[in-house]
């Protein structure tokens, strides 16, 4: 399938996608009642967007395309009582967080949708796994030039998105000791990583998609896992490294950080992009899944190494001024809050001594969903 044209969007819109978590309240493990769960949704109009995913253990959920954060966040707020008071009558807790920490991956039902059963012949057993849950933002860009300099300029901010985001500490039963799990279980595909260092649409087109197109590996930007890729359909870059937060309001915060950043890379007031830049690209990748907000980067073109929280403190201020021009304040404080306070893996480790139990743990997340 040809590329399509890329659409121009209005710059810095944007939009968000959640996987969502579907549990049964009688023993808090995934229950496969997406079919069920649709079907009810189905039966009046729904205030955004809500579609199957690959299993049928889960669901996502998108908004319209938004400008600010308080009309997004008062979206988002609206799909959540929506899907909690449907998920009620069918007695269904619906939470965030990047991976369920006790589900077993044999137990999951890929959904009977055409593209899902040719992802699970290709992909085997990988599919079944990939009953993990994220965040996507997409940012609306004038062309698909600017889509590719906005989508390697921020090559540099994606430990800030995965460290502020991360609710995927426990993997089958297990703390597996990093704060964003999530992301390995994405790695494991062969198309996912990052997109190749190309900054004009036209060679991105011929240089690289034709050819790849040619080789029959894939056939559109569906196959590409990356952790930013750009929507040329929608005339979007989608940042896609984020675990779902426990709450919508932490979703409409990670989504108005990455507006307020497009808004400054924007400007060039940073060198420009440089394949040299991805040379500790996955190791400080590695450090915000690992570690967290505690990880340490190494700056790609100075090669100084930094605390990942004070680097996110610095750029949040630096964000400001942008944010206020573009509503997000609120969303940027947020996130400030976010960093002297702890991610969501810091929360349901909590949540887990707390309790005393993973099943303790995700009757918390669902609360915190309900809540916030």
């Known amino acids: 399938m040809p590329l399509p044209p890329f659409k121009s969007s209005t710059p810095l819109s944007m939009g968000v996608e959640l996987e969502l978590q579907l549990v049964s309240l009688s023993d808090y493990d995934l229950t496969a009642s997406s079919p069920d769960l649709l079907h009810l949704l189905g039966r009046k109009p729904f205030p955004g967007n809500v579609t199957p995913e690959i299993t049928e253990s889960m669901i996502e959920i998108n908004s319209d395309v938004q400008h600010q954060h308080d009309a997004l966040l008062a979206q988002l707020e609206l799909v959540r009582d ?33 593209r899902f059963k040719e992802v699970s012949a290709l992909y085997g057993y990988l599919a079944k796994q990939f009953t993990i849950f994220g965040q996507h933002v997409h940012i609306g860009c004038a062309s698909g030039d600017d889509a590719l300099y906005l989508l390697h300029a921020l090559s540099r901010y994606v430990p800030h998105f995965i460290a502020l985001s991360s609710s995927s500490p426990f993997v089958q039963a297990n703390d597996t000791l990093f704060n964003s799990a999530r992301l390995n279980s994405v790695f494991a595909f062969p198309m996912s990583g990052r997109a190749p260092f190309l900054l004009d649409w036209a060679s991105f087109e011929r240089d690289y998609f034709a050819k790849m197109e040619h080789t029959g590996v894939i056939n559109s930007m569906k196959d590409f896992y990356w952790d930013i890729r750009p929507k040329p359909e929608y005339g979007t870059i989608e940042l896609r490294v984020c675990d779902t937060p426990l709450t919508v309001a932490r979703a409409a915060a990670l989504a108005s950080y990455l507006q307020a ?6 400007e060039r007031r940073e060198a420009a992009p440089q394949e ?18 505690d990880g340490t980067l ?15 403190l610095t750029t949040l201020r630096k964000m400001l001024p942008y944010a206020a021009a573009l509503g997000g304040t609120d969303g940027l404080e ?26 303790g743990m995700v009757a918390a997340a669902i609360a915190r969903f309900r809540a916030g």
């Open 82 to 114: 929506t899907l909690v008071q449907a998920g009620e009558r069918l007695n269904i807790g619906i939470c965030g967080g990047g991976t369920h920490p006790f589900q077993k991956w044999t137990e999951r039902r890929i959904y009977a949708k055409p």
């Open 334 to 359: 947020h996130l400030v809050a976010v960093t002297h306070e702890g991610s969501d893996a810091h929360y349901l480790r909590q949540q887990f001594v707390r309790s005393g139990s993973a099943e």
């Open 276 to 293: 040299d830049d991805y040379l500790v690209y996955n190791y400080n990748r590695f450090q915000a899944c690992r570690f967290g907000l």
């Open 261 to 266: 950043l497009c808004a400054y890379l924007l």
């Open 298 to 312: 190494v700056h790609p073109k100075t090669y100084e190494s930094l605390s990942l929280r004070e680097d996110i």
